[in-house]
Each structure stands twice: as C-alpha cells, then as structure tokens.
C-alpha cells in the first residue's frame, strides 16, 4: 500500500513533504504494532525501551541523564516512569550515587531481566524483527543510511532535544 492509499491524499507539496509524512506514518504505525504486542505483557513501549537499555549496560548503572540519552522517544517525565518501574512492577532499581547524592544509579533487576526474555520469545514480537520481512540485508541497509541522513539533514540529534 502506498503512502497515498494509506492516508487518502493523492496530492503533496513535494517529494520532500511525502517522504516526510511517509516516515512520520510509518513511525507511528511501527509504534502502535509494538505497542500491542507489548501491552499481554504489561509494559508499555517506553518502559521496554528502558529496560533494553539498562540490559544493555550488563549490570552497570545508569544515571537518569544516560538513560534519557538513548531513549528512541525521550520522556520528559523519566523519574516518575522510573518510579513506576520500580514499585509494583521491581523491573528496575535505584540508589543514590555514593559519589554524588543528587544522582541516582539506576539498574535492571532480575525480573526486569525475565520479561525481556519472555517478550523476546513471543513469537509475536520476534516475527517483527524477522529477516523474512519484505526488505532484503542491501535494503534494510541503504533504508538505515537514508533514514540517518534524513535526521542529520534535519538536526534531529539527541542533544538537540
């Protein structure tokens, strides 16, 4: 299905403004399939997102500012999403920093370890990260490259957030 089909519009400004609309819809698209796979689970897309990236730390802890470095959607509330993460859930934990008390140290617990094992084994969200998807390696490749010269035509930095 085309941009066109999907959204009704036959006509645009220009292929700039296509292509612009065509990766904002396909973001969002991308982020309501992972959103429903997600939710059997109960955790939300953002809280996943933090918990990969603390198990990507491998145990290390991370500072509030870290984390908020390489989240794909950068949450201005972090510390109460954090708080939440930790009672009732017990996903993630937090301590002071001994070297500075302002900064917290935040890391993965076991169980926050445990549902990432068990989302990664839904059959429903590893079929979304399949290479049997309708790009090949050399696709999937240049989409990778175009989509980073596409932000960093736009300035779209993390720290310009």
Not at 28 to 44: D, V
Not at 46 to 64: C, E, F, V
Not at 146 to 153: G, K, S, T
């Amino acid at each position: 299905m085309t941009i066109e089909e999907a959204i009704l519009q036959n006509h645009f400004q220009n292929l700039y403004q296509k292509a612009w609309i065509n990766v904002v819809y396909t973001g969002n698209r991308l982020n309501l399939l992972t959103e429903r796979t997600l939710r059997p689970h109960g955790i939300s897309l953002p809280q996943y997102n933090i918990l990969r990236i603390l198990r990507g730390a491998k145990g290390q802890p991370m500072s509030l500012k870290d984390i908020k470095r390489r989240l794909l959607d950068p949450n201005p509330d972090l510390s109460r999403m954090i708080d939440r993460m930790i009672e009732p859930k017990q996903w993630v934990h937090r301590r002071e920093d001994p070297d500075n008390r302002r900064r917290l140290q935040i890391t993965i617990t076991e169980a926050g370890l445990q549902l990432l094992e068990t989302i990664d084994r839904d059959p429903r969200f590893f079929s979304m990260h399949q290479p049997s998807r309708p790009l090949d390696p050399a696709e999937l490749e240049l989409l990778n490259q175009l989509l980073d010269r596409f932000r960093c035509a736009l300035g779209l930095h993390p720290e310009s957030d």
